[in-house]
């Protein structure tokens, strides 16, 4: 059965203080993984798609990469707006299937 | 990136009525979309997939003749639950991913939360 797990469930942070979140997975014939930002009563906001193990990619504060079980999502210098829910998500099979997602880290970045 | 919308953003309604939640894909085609569901601290769960033109498919455990779905263009897909009850209180979210096109990137809404009385 596809799983993805998360950890941790959540995650305190100083300001500035980087740190990474961790998604370990189990899919036959991966596709696709993705990362989502969602924030509280809000859909989730797309991140990054990785597609191979080895890939990374960046955007701002954030960097993605992929192993062969598991991604990591390395938070550099994080700011008080960085706070949120981080989905790491799954695609198996086809192009344009449904995600598999995990359940999630919570972020809460202080000053 | 490409944006779906959703309509309405929350609606509260008693129990035995029914709900009917839009998903827009606003400038995009998309001829599948799926409809999630999240309830309180828990991830995204798959309810269905609509395709346009066909019947849309259920994941195992979800009851289609509660929740119905229909896809009568390829921008809108529409959830109705009928007969809600205060258990179908939740946030669902529906995402589609573009047609026609080799990039992989689906968008989701942002969410309808339903409340029922």
């Known amino acids: 059965e596809d799983q993805v797990t998360q950890s941790p469930e959540a995650l305190r942070l100083q300001e500035g203080e980087s740190s990474s979140l961790n998604c370990s997975y189990t899919v036959s014939g991966l596709r696709g993984l993705f990362w989502y930002r969602q924030d509280p009563g809000k859909g989730p906001e797309f991140l990054f798609t990785l597609y191979s193990a080895g890939e990374e990619k960046e955007k701002e504060r954030l960097k993605a990469t992929l192993t062969k079980k598991e991604s990591f999502l390395h938070i550099t210098a994080p700011k008080p707006e960085d706070s949120a829910t981080y989905l790491c998500?799954?695609?198996?099979?086809?192009?344009?299937?449904?995600?598999?997602f995990g359940k999630g880290t919570t972020l809460s970045v202080s000053s | 990136g490409a944006v779906v919308s959703q309509h309405p953003s929350r609606v509260i309604c008693k129990s035995g009525t029914s709900v009917k939640i839009e998903c827009r894909s606003l400038d995009f085609q998309a001829t599948t979309m799926f409809w999630y569901r999240q309830f309180p601290k828990k991830s995204l769960m798959l309810m269905a997939t609509?395709?346009?033109?066909?019947?849309?498919?259920?994941e195992q455990g979800v009851e289609k003749d509660k929740f119905l779905i229909n896809h009568a263009s390829l921008t809108l897909s529409t959830l109705t639950v009928t007969s809600a009850h205060p258990e179908d209180s939740s946030f669902y979210i529906c995402?589609?991913?573009?047609?026609?096109?080799?990039?992989?990137?689906?968008?989701f809404g942002p969410g309808t939360r339903l409340t029922v009385l």
């Open positions: 998500a799954v695609q198996a099979g086809q192009a344009g299937t449904a995600l598999i």
């Open positions: 995402s589609a991913p573009p047609s026609g096109l080799s990039y992989n990137e689906q968008f």
């Open positions: 609509s395709n346009e033109g066909s019947k849309a498919t259920y």
